[in-house]
């Protein structure tokens, strides 16, 4: 049984810092795809960023130079260390996986729906 657990939400000020973790279980961190995701109520859930086995990363533009996403393989725990934060990440956040990685014609695809397995999310809240 897979379960994902998201800790490290929480208030903080335009400009500020937090870093979400994701504690997996029942699969292995090392050898499958994982992403962050977020949504904000009456949106769609949208991508952040994503983790390959392989050590490709993949970032949502507006997150990129702000946010890092990492993995301690050894504690099977997925990092996502957000700095400068603005208003506009306020959102609840979700830690996904998968087993594998979707490719079609060489293209990585790590849209929500190529992810099976998702955390109960931690909420972000950024005031301006």
């Known amino acids: 049984q897979v379960q994902l657990v998201e800790s490290g939400g929480g208030s903080v000020p335009a400009g500020g810092s937090l870093r979400l973790s994701c504690v997996a279980s029942g699969i292995t961190a090392s050898s499958s795809c994982m992403g962050w995701f977020r949504q904000v109520p009456g949106k769609e859930r949208a991508g952040v960023a994503a983790i390959a086995p392989s050590g490709e990363i993949m970032y949502f533009p507006s997150v990129k130079g702000r946010f890092t996403i990492s993995k301690d393989n050894a504690k099977n725990i997925l990092y996502l260390q957000m700095n400068n934060l603005e208003a506009d990440d306020t959102a609840m956040y979700y830690c996904?996986?998968?087993?594998?990685?979707?490719?079609?014609?060489?293209?990585?695809?790590?849209?929500?729906?190529?992810?099976?397995?998702w955390g109960q999310g931690t909420q972000v809240t950024v005031s301006s």
């Open positions: 996904a996986a998968e087993r594998r990685c979707v490719m079609s014609d060489g293209v990585w695809y790590w849209r929500p729906q190529d992810f099976g397995y």
